[in-house]
């Protein structure tokens, strides 16, 4: 049974660094073909792809948030990490991790999200 | 960056109805297209990968189609527990992007 869950702070100020850790089973990040992703929705709006890291540590990124993420994954732990630094309050959103499907083009199994609220 | 311009945004429809969502992709994008269905307060739920590739477990009124750029989802008739937001994805060069998303509601 694959499950994914998402923790982390539930509000940070603006101009701070928002780390968010996916906690997942179920599956291994060490297996050939497997991937995580980030993806975000802020209240009431569309789903945001932010990152992706595979089994052989390949990390893709979204080309407008690029320079601000960075992901990391501890297999031993079956964890992947999203940084996301210089927090704005338009980052408002609720953040899910994801797996990727077998075909590297879909999100199968998702978390539950996580709520994260950027303010002063 | 490739855009999905999802089509209608509201889209009001009884029990029993034909439905039809679309999808444009601002590039062709072969056949890497996935719809989800989203209800409040969840995550999304994979229906149809690779365009028309119903996932385990999903009921065959849902239906997928298209290539290259132009993509729909189909519900066949619909069922009380179809009324959600439905959203399509795209993947291309290891870069993904989400339609706006189709909210359905009762009529």
């Known amino acids: 049974q694959v499950t994914l869950k998402e923790s982390g702070p539930a509000l940070v100020k603006p101009t701070e660094t928002l780390t968010l850790t996916c906690t997942f089973s179920g599956f291994s990040l060490s297996t050939s073909g497997v991937r995580v992703s980030w993806i975000r929705q802020p209240p009431g709006k569309a789903l945001e792809w932010l990152a992706r890291?595979?089994?052989?540590?390949?990390?893709f990124y979204s080309t407008s948030l690029k320079t601000r993420l960075t992901i990391s994954k501890d297999t031993s732990k079956n964890q992947v990490v999203l940084t996301m630094t210089n927090m704005d309050p338009v980052d408002t959103a609720t953040y899910y991790c994801a797996r990727i499907g077998k075909l590297g083009t879909d999100f199968d199994y998702w978390g539950q999200g996580t709520l994260v609220t950027v303010s002063s | 960056d490739i855009q999905m311009t999802q089509s209608p945004s509201t889209l009001s429809a009884s029990v029993g109805d034909r439905v039809t969502i679309t999808c444009r992709a601002s590039?062709?994008?072969?056949?890497?297209v996935a719809w989800y269905q989203q209800k409040p307060g969840k995550a999304p739920k994979l229906l149809i990968y690779k365009a028309s590739s119903l996932e385990s477990g999903v009921p065959s009124r849902f239906s997928g189609s298209g290539s290259g750029t132009e993509f729909t989802l189909t519900i066949s008739s619909l069922q009380p527990d179809d009324f959600a937001t439905y959203y399509c994805?795209?993947?291309?060069?290891?870069?993904?992007?989400f339609g706006q998303g189709t909210k359905l509601e009762i009529k």
């Open positions: 994805q795209q993947y291309n060069s290891y870069l993904y992007s």
């Open positions: 590039q062709s994008i072969s056949s890497w």
């Open positions: 890291i595979d089994w052989d540590d390949d990390k």
